[in-house]
């Protein structure tokens, strides 16, 4: 049985909201693992979070997202240095709470428009990646190159692309991280695409083709566990369902309306979906 995690910023109104009390939401609605969202974690009190981490008897996943001025990828050194210095703050956070995998959008700015410059950008984000990996392993952290639908990323929207990229990378401290989100917007056949992931891919997150929790859309779950199993993959299940238009994170994800009732009941509908329909490979 595959450990089931929830991104805790299901729960946030505002990015600064403290995340401390929502590990213990997680745990109540069933999951073992808590998702951070490592923004700023230089501001994080990561020592108050293991510990309530370990009294809850949760594990840790961690996540980031590059922005323009923290941009591995980008032509001006500084914002590229700010890239690098960020990713290393991250892969420490990550290995402070016990996360053996540091995902999402790792390797350039998210939500930025496709540059004119494309492969000049591209051998940036891959010169920053193989520097970023040297990190990740002095960590113990494998750094995982989240696969984005083309309304939020330019660099990589397929896992073809993304094999592609690791292949240039050529580090066993780098992998993918898939998304079913993105993959079905992406990806022709999306069992196929983990297929084709195969042992590279690091992290795994679950969420319907609406941004709801799963089994509320129409994924194909069956056939995404079965493709898992397929591959032997050992990693973590993470929902990361965004429901409320509350606030920045509503907004930031462009939740328009609400897309559920009670968060706390909707969190336990997934935990249990996971376990029951996918976790069990």
Known sequence: MLPIGIHLSYWQVNWKDDLQPLIGRARKAGFEVA???????????????RRTLNQEGMLAS??????????ISSPDLSIRQAGLSHLRACLEAAAELGSPVLGGVTYTAWGDLPPRDRQIRRAYAVEGLQTAAVIAEEYGVCLCLEVLNRFEGW??????????LLAEVGSPFVRLHLD?????IEEDDIA????????QLGHFHCV???????????????QVRAALKAIGYAGFLVTEAFV???GEVGTALFIWRSLAEDLDEEARTAAEFLRREVANV
Do not use: Y
């Open 62 to 71: 961690c996540g980031t997202g590059l922005d323009a001025q923290r941009d």
């Open 192 to 199: 196929a695409a983990i297929r084709q992931a195969g042992d």
């Open 180 to 184: 079913t989100f993105h993959l079905n």
């Open 208 to 222: 319907e083709n609406n941004r709801k929790i799963p089994g509320r859309g129409h994924i194909p779950w069956p």
């Open 244 to 246: 409320s238009p509350a």
């Open 155 to 164: 660099l990589m929207n397929t896992v073809e692309q993304g094999l592609q």
């Open 35 to 49: 998702e951070f969202p490592l923004l700023e974690p230089r501001r994080l009190n990561l020592q108050r979070l």
